[in-house]
């Protein structure tokens, strides 16, 4: 009997414990390694899910005809449109761009990033292909003019609006695709990103693209969801590289047809 009401007390002080923990969060600090636990694995809820935890696709993006068009020319290696003649960016070890990456699109264990945030200052780490990007918060404006120019990960800014993280970004290499499906974009490209801590292991992001060249109207993501990692933050990072020589020796091996042109 002893030993039951000490299991118990046990139990019920672990419990409060964590209680507090949630409880005592800090909403505004989003360091730490963030895990995707969402299912979808592509910019939003398209039609074209390609594995058994995906939801059908609810509607299809708002083209333009340059959008629809572009987004033809592509040849995704997944979804509907899988194609044995592909030209997916990733085939060739070419940067992700900043919106693939943040959709995390690859499977457990690599679907993460890492955030390392200062005052002035936020790193965003992505694991897989070893890639990261900067968010200034110290009240800068975002480049224009002939300070603005395309880069794979773009230019950001970021600001708290009450406990939501806003990132706003410009300047966009165009070679780069939204997420597997081939969805495109242009260089004029803005991308609105909403963080949400909502509980201490809890990470949301709304990622919204406005693009007036290739789509009709600002285009927003599903709530993409993270799960902190802890244990992840006390072992060696994986460095996972993208090594033309290995990925092309591999596609020729299995017949993927990933084209260069």
Same mark, same amino acid.
């Given at each position: ?10 139990i =019920?002080?672990?419990?409060?414990a &964590? =209680? ?9 600090a989003l360091?730490?390694?963030? #895990?995707?636990?969402?299912p979808l ?11 058994? *935890?995906?939801?059908? &696709? ?11 068009? =572009?987004?033809e020319?592509?040849?995704?290696? $997944?979804?509907?449109?899988?194609a044995m @003649?592909? *030209?997916?960016?990733m085939?060739?070890?070419e940067?992700l &761009? ?6 995390a699109?690859i499977?457990a264990p690599h679907?993460?990033?890492e955030?390392?945030?200062?005052p002035a200052?936020?790193? @965003? ?6 890639? +990261?990007?900067?968010? +200034? ?5 975002l480049?224009?003019?002939d300070d603005? $120019?395309p880069?794979w *990960? ?5 600001r ?9 970004s410009?300047?966009?290499?165009a070679?780069?695709w939204l997420d597997?499906l081939?969805y ?6 803005r991308?609105?990103e909403?963080y949400?801590?909502? #509980? ?19 285009w ?6 993270f799960?902190q ?15 033309p020589a290995?990925?092309?020796? $591999?596609?020729?091996?299995? &017949? ?5 042109d």
């Amino acid at each position: 009997m002893l030993l039951m009401r000490v299991l118990v007390t046990t139990i =019920a002080i672990a419990a409060v414990a &964590g =209680a507090a923990a949630q409880s005592s969060f800090d909403a505004r600090a989003l360091s730490g390694h963030w #895990d995707r636990s969402s299912p979808l694995e592509s910019f939003a809820n398209t039609p074209g899910g390609t594995r058994a *935890n995906e939801q059908p &696709g609810a509607r299809e993006a708002p083209f333009t005809p340059a959008g629809r068009a =572009a987004f033809e020319a592509n040849q995704p290696g $997944y979804g509907p449109r899988r194609a044995m @003649q592909r *030209n997916d960016p990733m085939g060739r070890c070419e940067p992700l &761009g900043l919106v693939r990456n943040l959709v995390a699109e690859i499977v457990a264990p690599h679907a993460t990033f890492e955030i390392v945030q200062s005052p002035a200052r936020i790193l @965003q780490i992505f694991e897989y292909r070893h890639d +990261w990007r900067e968010i +200034w918060l110290d009240g800068r404006a975002l480049p224009g003019g002939d300070d603005l $120019y395309p880069k794979w *990960n773009g230019f950001s800014v970021g600001r708290f609006e009450g406990d939501e993280l806003v990132v706003e970004s410009v300047g966009f290499d165009a070679r780069t695709w939204l997420d597997k499906l081939g969805y495109p974009h242009s260089e004029n490209m803005r991308v609105e990103e909403r963080y949400r801590r909502v #509980d201490a292991d809890t990470l949301e992001l709304v990622i919204t693209v406005t693009d007036s060249e290739l789509y009709t109207e600002p285009w927003r993501s599903d709530v993409k969801r993270f799960t902190q990692n802890r244990a992840k933050s006390r072992r060696f990072d994986e460095q996972i590289y993208c090594i033309p020589a290995e990925e092309m020796t $591999y596609q020729d091996l299995v &017949g993927t047809g990933n084209v260069i042109d």
